[in-house]
């Protein structure tokens, strides 16, 4: 028997029963997953008016609120502001203080719609669980991915906001509900998708005086010192009016008048068409 007289520390203070030759370690660690619980795309540029819109779908969100399903729709057509409304409410909520974090995810719907097991995997990989430990089954992803909304909340203090762009059928969303009472899924829809029990806010185009506000601030976002902002009420006006209160159009329009082509706008281009929708008042309904 002898003391160890060398400088390893793991070996310092041992007394050994015969001549040390070595000393053999394994460490198992599984590698740490992180967690993405901050995933919506940051707010849209210049974001503009919807205020209403934007304390409906707070106010249905509350997890304080315990309202029904926990699932909040808003519909409306391609391009009147949905994924702008639903991002902008969503970052509304975290900044309040509502939610522990928020994950967001885009079913692509209206394009190659996204299958759920896709989408569970991807939030269950924001959640923290690695990519070898997903379940085979849809059933079993979807039941994970409860458990571990249901745990991060614990964990951080709070529910986690899950955000679904773009469902554009019942089984796209179904799997993604939350289990518990605070967890809140924010769906955006083409379509009203019946029956999913939901609270349905539909979102519809803008007046025209939310829409010139829309131009004006898409004109300063591309640029802060454009003449155009504030000179010529009149030309502003009509060019909004022409975007027929859709956003998509509005902003499409605010970038091409920075490269000086909208004088080009001729009848039959789309916005001329369905200008008359133009004085649709923009109103949220609770459906
Ligand atoms: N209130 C708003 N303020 C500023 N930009 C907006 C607003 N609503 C929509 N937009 C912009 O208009 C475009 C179309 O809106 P989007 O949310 O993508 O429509 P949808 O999801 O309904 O198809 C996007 O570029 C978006 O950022
Ligand atoms: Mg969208």
Redesign the pocket.
Known sequence: MEQYGGDHLDFQNGVFHGPVVGKHEEHHHSPAVPTALFGLPPR???????DAEVDAVLAALDPGGGSGAGVVLSA?????????????AGHAALARGRFAGALFVDLLGYSTPVPPETALGSMLRALGVPAERLPAETRDLAVLYRSMLHRRAAEHGGPILVVA??ASSVDQVEPLLPGDDRGRLLI?S?DVLHPLPARRLE?FV?SPA?SVA?LV??LRVNDPADPRTGADPAALTRVAELCAG???A??GAASARGRGSARRKRPGDPGRKSSTLVDRRSVVNYG
Do not use: E, H, Y
């Open positions: 849209p540029p210049g974001f503009t008016g919807r409306g057509m391609g391009g009147v502001g949905k994924t702008a409304l639903a991002v902008a762009d773009n955006t083409r979102l803008l939310s829309l601030a898409q859709l956003p998509l509005v902003r």
